[in-house]
């Protein structure tokens, strides 16, 4: 499926609002991802990612639809040229291999238009599926962070993995 990485634009809200409404998006995600997701909510976080000078946000769409997003939240201080990657895709798309595409093509874009020299994701250790996109684009296992993760009623480990740019 053929697909574009784009900056978030308020015209995306109702195809943002329709794609993001399914609860199994919620299920390894981090506290924050609304469900249901609602139009307010798809207004509320576009006009959040446009305003956001510390990230760097990008829609996946295609053909008009969005499928999913992907950001980068930029670390500061001393840890300044590495940044944090977090992504979701539409349970319809999963399993065709967008989402792999989507964070190599995004990752290249990160080195080429930004300082940054590391990008580094923290996997809950359940989601085989988020592991396996990172380790096709070439991130790397640093290590686990045992019971870090407390998600629907139970503890969990987590995977951080990372890209180094070359």
């Known amino acids: 499926m053929d697909f574009e990485l784009l900056q978030w634009e308020l015209s995306l809200v109702p195809s943002l609002a329709e794609s993001a409404n399914d609860a199994r998006i919620t299920l390894w995600l981090n506290e924050g991802f609304p469900n249901p ?39 500061r201080g001393a840890m300044r040229y590495g940044a944090d990657l977090g992504y979701w895709l539409t349970p319809a798309c999963w399993g065709r291999g967008i989402m792999t595409e989507a964070v190599r093509r995004f990752c290249g874009t990160a080195f080429a238009e930004t300082d940054i ?4 994701a923290e996997v809950f250790a359940p989601n085989a599926a988020s592991l396996r996109v990172l380790e096709k684009c070439g991130f790397c296992r640093e290590g686990v962070k045992r019971r870090s993760v407390f998600k629907n009623g139970e503890f969990y480990d987590s995977i951080v993995m990372a890209l180094i740019k070359e």
């Open 37 to 75: 997701y609602t139009l307010e909510d798809a207004e509320r976080f576009i006009d959040a990612a446009q305003k956001d000078s510390r990230s760097f946000h990008r829609a996946i769409v295609s053909e008009g639809k969005v499928l999913g997003g992907i950001d980068l939240a930029f670390n």
């Open 117 to 120: 020299c590391r990008i580094q």
